[in-house]
């Protein structure tokens, strides 16, 4: 029966991860001020995975993950050029995903769409990985 739930839960779990790693980067990055609260945010972020089955030592190199995440948020933070780099996404992405048009908000949110975009990079070559794994074992 797994194999079956397999086939069913994989693809739908693919199309999902835009959508959860937005969330977890706006809850894990928005807001983390300092190096502290990095760490903090970064190892709760990895201890999240727990609930989707993953060992505690994956969950471990996913906090370490989580922390680049935080970099890339604030490297967004303190770009001094996000403003022009907002303006020239999609209107749709500026409508619907960063829907404040300036302030302090919209830098936040800029921040968090940047680390989300390394974060899909992140989960585009995990899930490479394992789909390689799976038709090419060892």
Known sequence: VTPWLALVYAPLA?????????????????????????????????LLHVTAGVSLGICVALGCAGFVFTLVYWRALRDPRAAEHRAALPAWVRAR????????????QYGVYRATQAHLVYNAIGVTVIVISAFFPS
Do not use: M, N
């Open 14 to 46: 693919v199309l999902a991860l835009p959508l959860l790693a937005w969330w977890e980067e706006d809850i894990f990055r928005r807001g983390t001020t300092g190096a502290a609260s990095a760490c903090k945010r970064s190892a709760l972020f990895g």
């Open 97 to 108: 995903v960063l829907g404040h048009p300036g302030g302090g908000r919209a830098v936040e």
